[in-house]
């Protein structure tokens, strides 16, 4: 069975794996062990003391088997992207031209840099290990952190995004950013996308075109992916999709990955998540359900099959599952059914 925990120190090594393994692309885990520390530590600090309000906070959870103690998954949640450092994305949107005294009215699309999502809370890192996609482990990964989101809401900001990545191949050639290359930058794709990934953002707002961009001048490669999400991401994104978020736009200025959105409150999992009092015992009957504890600093959370008592407001708990929520009789916990 996986338990999602907060992640640790220890866990730095099997973090590096990840960022290796993920590829191309995968801004947010890149190859680099001074960052994957800071984000660790960063982390740590968030989940030491539970903050007053919506701050620069990283909650990084991984993945780990109850029966061997390996980690095979991360997930995480940055409380407000862009306060400390600019969060650029491009908004796919129309400009008219048009003269009434020629007859002429043409739409054009065209792609505008903007900083809108300042400030907003961002679902990001998700990477699950191959060995270990399979059954309910990527809903797990996934969506255990609407249970924290519905948790401590007050944490975050009303609007959830994720960016989704956007297509390029097995060398981390995009064809959105072959375009850019071309005629703004002179370096490749996981070149920026590393320098992203280590905050090295400076060279976007030096070299990145102030004004629209024109879409029916980008090559017909570049075009044909703009808002189209990477083979490997699609399953997170139908996740994200059932629980309401939606595409508004907004895509990423390197690869025009679509960044989805949802104000936090209608969360599927977070509108339907309820609280409920543990009762330790045999659970018959039972439904599965994505179920935590209802902890800051020690946030547990699986999938599992529960038995729910409605009269007397009780989730029926097995021993042994009640002991990796780190939970007994009478506690608190937060859950819905898969």
């Not at 701050?55 to 980690?71: H, K, N, Q, R």
């Not at 009092?277 to 599965?288: L, M, S």
């Amino acid at each position: 069975m996986l338990v999602i925990r907060p992640i640790e120190q220890n866990d730095l090594p099997t973090l590096k794996q990840f960022a290796i393994e993920s590829g191309h692309g995968f801004t947010s885990l890149p190859v680099n062990d001074e960052l994957l520390q800071n984000k660790i530590d960063l982390s740590i600090a968030s989940f030491a003391s539970r903050p007053a309000g919506k701050g620069e906070c990283l909650y990084f959870f991984v993945a780990e088997d109850s029966s061997t103690g390996e980690v095979v998954g991360t997930c995480a949640i940055d409380a407000a992207v862009g306060l400390s450092a600019p969060f650029y994305n491009y908004l796919l949107g129309k400009q008219v031209h048009s003269s009434p005294r020629l007859g002429i009215y043409n739409v054009v699309d065209t792609l505008t840099l903007t900083n809108d999502y300042t400030g907003v809370s961002e679902l990001c890192t998700l990477f699950l290990r191959e060995s270990a996609r399979h059954g309910l482990n990527g809903r797990l990964l996934s969506k255990c952190r609407f249970l924290f989101l519905a948790e401590f809401s007050e944490l975050f900001d009303h609007r959830v995004l994720a960016e989704m990545r956007g297509v390029s191949d097995e060398k981390g050639n995009s064809p959105f950013w072959c375009w850019l290359q071309e005629h703004f930058f002179s370096m490749d794709f996981p070149t920026v996308d590393y320098l992203t990934g280590i905050g090295q953002k400076g060279f976007i707002a030096d070299l990145m075109p102030k004004f629209p961009i024109y879409v029916n001048l980008l090559s017909k490669e570049a075009k044909s992916v703009i808002g189209l999400t990477h083979d490997n991401t699609r399953p997170a994104l139908r996740m994200l999709e059932e629980e309401g978020f939606t595409w508004r736009g907004y895509v990423d200025i390197f690869d025009a990955g679509p960044s989805v959105e949802c104000e936090l409150s209608q969360i599927r999992t977070v509108r339907t998540s309820r609280q409920l009092k543990v009762h330790v015992g045999k659970v018959t009957q039972g439904k599965t359900h994505l179920i935590s504890n209802t902890e800051f600093t020690h946030f547990r959370a699986l999938v599992t099959e529960v038995t729910i008592n409605e009269d007397k407001a009780q989730a029926v708990l097995g021993e042994d599952v009640a002991r990796l929520l780190k939970v007994e009789d009478g506690d608190t916990v937060r859950l819905v059914e898969i």
